[in-house]
Structure formats: C-alpha cells, structure tokens
C-alpha cells in the first residue's frame, strides 16, 4: 500500500523560509516522478516541483530561484526548501508520487496515482 506522509509546513512571515518533507512507502518503480503541489480554496491545483529519477527536476516559474527540491531515493524522501517565500505561496501543499515513463520527464505535466493528506504553508505579509 502506497503512503505519503508531508510533514514540516507551518506559518512564516514573508521573506522567511520554510522546508517541508515528504516520506514515501510501500512502492518501488524503476522509473518514477514525486513531486510537491498546492493548491488554495478556489483555485486549480498548481504543480510547484517534480523530481524524475533519470533525474531532472522540474519547477514552476512562479517558484524557481526561491525553491529547491531534493530526494532521497533510498529513504524515499523528498523535499522542498523554500526561501524568500510570499504571501501568495500560501497554500495546502501536497506530496504525490507515480510510476513514470523514462523518457517524459517533466513531472509537473503528468498524472499521478498516489497522494498525501497534504499540510498548509502559510506566509502572513
């Protein structure tokens, strides 16, 4: 059974930083994406940043410069460092994980099977 656990968001003034981790469990692809999304009430679910293990990381525009994504494949474990973060990067943010063909590597542009229960970054101006 596929679990995701996020962990590590919280509340930030504007400016600060935060990392949030994601522990994966009970999968194991030869070829995968894991990614971060968030999304806000009202909004569509927007991609932040995906990691394909050829490996290529793929971020959003509106994060890249601010965000880093980082794995750990043998624990499974994926992050996200956030720096400089604003107001509008508050959101609920969630973990996903799916097995992935080897060539499509931009992993915000595909579906994914597997969700965690997601954990809100708040950023106050």
């Known amino acids: 059974q596929v679990q995701l656990q996020e962990s590590e968001g919280g509340s930030v003034q504007s400016g600060g930083s935060l990392r949030l981790s994601c522990a994966g469990s009970g999968y194991t692809y030869r070829s995968y994406c894991m990614a971060w999304f968030r999304q806000t009430p009202g909004k569509e679910r927007e991609g932040v940043a995906g990691?394909?293990?050829?490996?290529?990381?793929t971020y959003a525009k509106s994060v890249e410069g601010r965000f880093t994504l980082s794995q750990d494949n043998a624990r499974k474990m994926l992050y996200l460092q956030m720096n400089d973060l604003k107001p509008e990067d508050t959101a609920m943010y969630y973990c996903?994980?799916?097995?992935?063909?080897?060539?499509?590597?931009?992993?915000?542009?595909?579906?994914?099977?597997?969700w965690g229960q997601g954990i809100q970054v708040t950023v106050s101006s």
């Open positions: 990691f394909h293990n050829a490996p290529k990381i």
């Open positions: 996903a994980v799916t097995p992935s063909d080897w060539f499509r590597r931009n992993c915000l542009q595909i579906e994914y099977k597997f």
